[in-house]
């Protein structure tokens, strides 16, 4: 299965190791948006986005690199690194899932953990999440994955 990863990861590099561990099993391709055409997610069989959230929401590069997709049909998965925990009522993997959908994509799963984060409120006391992911984290990324291949 041809499998790519367009992952933003700006600040700790907490997408970018999920995405890694998740490209292990996968043997997928990691790239961020700015370094691949939007056209070539459509010549994969799976595609997954992620990035780190940014007060509740998917970063900004990678949300314009999704809606300057082509429509087109295929299977996509989402993931997310955050300082806070993803609330139920409204997640922050939502607008991507729905953006995707949009266009024409098939989105099968979400996947989202905890990761350091020093965003305003949080670098008075050095941050929180400091040892994020961790090994259960990516094993966790890792198990997701192969769930995919199912």
Same mark, same amino acid.
């Given at each position: 299965m041809k499998t790519l990863l367009v992952c933003t990861s700006v600040s700790h590099g907490n997408t970018r190791r999920v995405a890694e561990a998740m490209a292990e099993v996968l043997g997928a391709r990691v790239v961020a948006p700015q370094d691949v055409a939007v056209a070539e997610p459509s010549d994969h069989d799976l595609v997954g986005f992620g990035s780190g959230v940014f007060s509740q929401a998917m970063h900004p590069d990678l949300l314009a690199f999704v809606r300057a997709l082509p429509r087109s049909t295929g299977r996509a998965f989402v993931f997310a690194t955050s300082g806070l925990p993803e609330l139920p009522f409204a997640p @922050? /993997?939502?607008?991507?899932?729905?953006?995707?959908?949009?266009?024409?994509?098939?989105?099968?799963? /979400? @996947?989202?953990? %905890? &990761?350091?984060?020093?965003? &305003?409120?949080?670098?008075?006391?050095?941050?929180?999440?400091?040892? %994020?992911?961790? &090994?259960?984290?990516?094993? *966790? *990324? %890792? &198990?997701?994955?192969?769930?995919?291949? %199912?």
């Open positions: @922050f /993997t939502r607008p991507l899932v729905r953006l995707l959908e949009g266009r024409g994509l098939t989105v099968e799963a /979400t @996947f989202t953990c %905890r &990761a350091f984060d020093t965003w &305003a409120p949080f670098r008075p006391v050095g941050g929180i999440n400091k040892r %994020r992911p961790d &090994a259960g984290d990516l094993t *966790a *990324a %890792r &198990a997701f994955a192969g769930r995919l291949l %199912r």
